[in-house]
T-cell receptor
Framework: GQQVMQIPQYQHVQEGEDFTTYCNSSTTLSNIQWYKQRPGGHPVFLIQLVKSGEVKKQKRLTFQFGEAKKNSSLHITATQTTDVGTYFCAGPKGYGQNFVFGPGTRLSVLP | GAVVSQHPSWVICKSGTSVKIECRSLDFQATTMFWYRQFPKQSLMLMATSNEGSKATYEQGVEKDKFLINHASLTLSTLTVTSAHPEDSSFYIC??????????????????FGPGTRLTVL
């Protein structure tokens, strides 16, 4: 079945350092979404990418969708302690509204 | 806009009892809601898709007789964990996407998550 993988599983960075998480799907995706879950909280939608090669920015966050629409990345420039949490990518399952979530990358930022 | 609430936020129950969790879309209508389960430090596992006015669609390996889902209106879905056991202890989260033309806030392509319900079965 469809699989969505993410690497790394964990990442510890010093505040101010950059951070990147990668998402790979076993199948071509019509779109990909990114979510952030703070410790003890629930997932919060960050962004959706639809077009091949698309790049979107949200302040210090840069999201990219691969040319083949099977991979994506999230890059955070100059991390802050508020960036702490788990970042999930999710791809649609079939043609419905279901999404398959990746295992997530847990980011720790040391002050 | 696009707020999803869950009730209760946490519940502790004895083994063998049933627990009902409510998921409500507060400012939009949702023909479809999703129920997830999340174990500590793990990803979200889709349990079932709740469809308004019809039977829920369960993912493989999820017992439909144990996890009863009812989607009675366009703003409410409930998950009942029947005869709960300690291994059912988990974080249960619902999500919903606004239906096209439903008005209110939110993007139809986005899943909005509830705050989750932490279930502990003793």
């Amino acid at each position: 079945g469809q699989q969505v993988m993410q690497i790394p599983q964990y990442q510890h960075v010093q505040e101010g350092e950059d951070f990147t998480t990668y998402c790979n799907s076993s199948t071509t995706l019509s779109n990909i979404q990114w979510y952030k879950q703070r410790p003890g909280g629930h997932p919060v939608f960050l962004i959706q990418l639809v077009k091949s090669g698309e790049v979107k920015k949200q302040k210090r966050l840069t999201f990219q969708f691969g040319e083949a629409k099977k991979n994506s990345s999230l890059h955070i420039t100059a991390t802050q302690t508020t960036d702490v949490g788990t970042y999930f990518c999710a791809g649609p399952k079939g043609y419905g509204q279901n999404f398959v979530f990746g295992p997530g990358t847990r980011l720790s930022v040391l002050p | 806009g696009a707020v999803v609430s869950q009730h209760p936020s946490w519940v502790i129950c004895k083994s063998g009892t049933s627990v009902k969790i409510e998921c409500r879309s507060l400012d939009f209508q949702a023909t479809t809601m999703f129920w997830y389960r999340q174990f500590p430090k793990q990803s979200l596992m889709l349990m079932a898709t709740s469809n308004e006015g019809s039977k829920a669609t369960y993912e493989q390996g999820v017992e439909k007789d144990k996890f009863l889902i009812n989607h009675a209106s366009l703003t409410l879905s409930t998950l009942t964990v029947t005869s709960a056991h300690p291994e059912d202890s988990s974080f249960y989260i619902c999500s919903a996407s606004p239906a096209s033309g439903s008005g209110g806030g939110g993007d139809t392509d986005t899943q909005y998550f509830g705050p989750g319900t932490r279930l502990t079965v003793l």
